[in-house]
């Protein structure tokens, strides 16, 4: 039998077809329902993560107030908004492990709107009453934080445009459009909606909540004031590892369980979310499906900490030096028994020191699962993918450890050898001298730097707005990076390894 396409139509003979049985949403969707959350950035990763949890709040506890519009705001989205609306905005999530393959149909997608169609029609829908949730998954630099100053970027461009009262109703930034929307509820006297960030940044609310409100006091300080006083802005960790989905997803979902899907996600079993309990205007009970709901604001920053440094900075260095390497996912890098040192090493000998004890965690068995994890070779994670938009990732991931290692005097070498695969990975070229594509926001003003540099690491490190004084100025540092770069330059990757390795 030819696969059926996803669409409320088929639901119910896709979920009899399939040779493993697929869950599907029996909840009410549509008109029958609120969007109460508002998502900037539907990608893989929301689809495998917040939208899971939420799909399982509709599923199992009957939750009617919270389904999600999908909002896409770069031209590159036009592609989500098309597979979405050819489904009636349902999608597969394909769960991947040695234990096999797990199939469910995910509903609480009730809508999506594509910004460059209408960016009025988003303002509209975040300053609504039901809205009381907008989340986002714009990456690291879709905040436009300084890492050297801590402020926003304020004379960047797109920024600049957005402050200009002139484009408040067609903004370009998240920032312009949760600062048009909260304008308007303001003159509504409706609360502000939380602004919930889903990305992968230390103290990402408290950064959220500083980038708008230092827009919104540029624009009108007495919405800033309001904004300051009412308006909540959640810590979060958030982790699953998703991969991008590749068209041989597509076809083993066709074959396997009968579904032609425009778009799955494909992902691991693991997933995590421990959210501050800080809302403006009420949330969903999302402790009822596993997420850990959190009073303490400081233990939010803590499970941050573990995980940006221990699993991003450890996929940092799986991705850099890998793709230097000449390998394409994540596991082949792991089944490489260098790799597999180096990395543990790092995580154990020069992240582990500057981690807080959290009551109830055990690092090294974190650090163990986190091994696995990596290891899985059945969700193929690419290695182009986590290198994507390092400039926001490096500053994030590794930095801060060279940072703490530099302040207590710890050591920093094998930190230093990530940083320095990542200032020759920007020059596009592996070891083999195979040209690949750098994926960064920054990517031109990151090649001038590295060709005009070498291996000295003065030129990349005296972008401002990715480094602080304090990695700058360190000899420490600066000499162990240089002394990196030579190796790499000179030996490649693979032979430099060993001497990274006790
Ligand atoms: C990855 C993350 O992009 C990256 O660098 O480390 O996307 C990672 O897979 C997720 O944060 C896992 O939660």
């Not at 003159?187 to 990402?204: A, H, I, R, Y």
């Amino acid at each position: 039998m030819p696969p059926l396409k996803l669409n409320t139509k088929n639901l119910s003979q896709i979920a009899a077809a399939g040779a493993s049985r697929v869950r599907i949403p029996t909840y009410r969707r549509g008109a029958a329902v609120k969007e109460g959350i508002v998502h900037i950035g539907v990608g893989g990763f929301h689809r495998a993560h917040l939208a899971v949890y939420v799909d399982q709040l509709m599923q199992k506890h009957g939750v009617t107030d919270y389904a999600i519009c999908g909002v896409g705001l770069q031209p590159f989205d036009s592609a989500m908004r098309d597979a979405l609306a050819s489904q009636d905005h349902m999608y597969t999530v394909i769960e991947r492990s040695a234990k096999g393959s797990f199939a469910h149909v995910v509903g609480c997608i009730n809508s999506y709107l594509f910004a460059p169609d209408n960016r009025e029609a988003v303002i509209a829908k975040m300053a609504h009453p039901d809205t009381r949730i907008v989340s986002l998954t714009i990456t690291e630099s879709g905040y436009y934080y300084n890492e050297n100053t801590h402020e926003l970027q304020s004379g960047h461009p797109d920024i600049q445009f957005d402050l200009d009262p002139v484009n408040e109703t067609s903004p370009r930034t998240t920032f312009g459009f949760l600062y048009a929307a909260l304008a308007r509820r303001h003159q509504q006297g409706l609360m502000p909606f939380t602004v919930m960030s889903c990305d992968n940044m230390q103290k990402n609310g408290s950064i959220t909540r500083h980038m708008l409100e230092s827009f919104a006091r540029l624009r009108n300080p007495e919405v800033a004031e309001w904004i300051t006083e009412k308006g909540a802005f959640p810590n979060a960790m958030v982790d699953r590892i998703t991969p991008q989905t590749s068209p041989a997803d597509k076809q083993a979902l066709a074959d396997n369980q009968g579904i032609e899907d425009a778009w799955p996600v494909v992902t691991e079993p693991f997933m995590q979310w421990v959210i501050e309990d800080d809302f403006s205007d009420g949330r969903p009970p999302f402790e009822k499906v596993g997420v850990q709901v959190v009073k303490d604001v400081h233990a939010v920053e803590q499970f941050e900490k573990h995980k940006l440094r221990l699993l991003n900075g450890s996929h940092s260095a799986l991705g850099y030096p890998g793709q230097l390497a000449g390998f394409s996912y994540v596991h082949e890098v792991m089944e490489n028994p260098l790799f597999h040192k180096f990395v543990w090493q790092m995580m154990q000998e020069e992240v582990k020191p500057s981690l807080p004890e959290i009551p109830g965690v055990n690092i090294d068995e974190y650090c163990n699962t986190l091994m696995e994890r990596f290891s899985n070779p059945t969700i193929m994670d690419q290695l182009p993918r986590i290198c994507l938009n390092a400039s926001g990732k490096i500053p994030q991931f590794i930095m801060p450890s060279i940072a703490e290692a530099i302040w207590v005097n710890g050591p920093l070498r094998r930190l230093c050898f990530v940083a320095a695969a990542w200032f020759r990975y920007v020059n596009g070229v592996d070891d083999h001298g195979k040209p690949f594509k750098v994926d960064d926001p920054m990517v031109e003003e990151l090649q001038a730097k590295a060709r005009a540099g070498g291996t000295n690491p003065a030129e990349l490190l005296s972008i401002k707005s990715l480094f602080g004084d304090d990695l700058r100025n360190d000899p420490r540092f600066i000499k162990e990076l240089t002394t990196a770069m030579e190796l790499i330059a000179r030996d490649g990757i693979l032979k430099t390894l060993p001497k990274y390795i006790d």
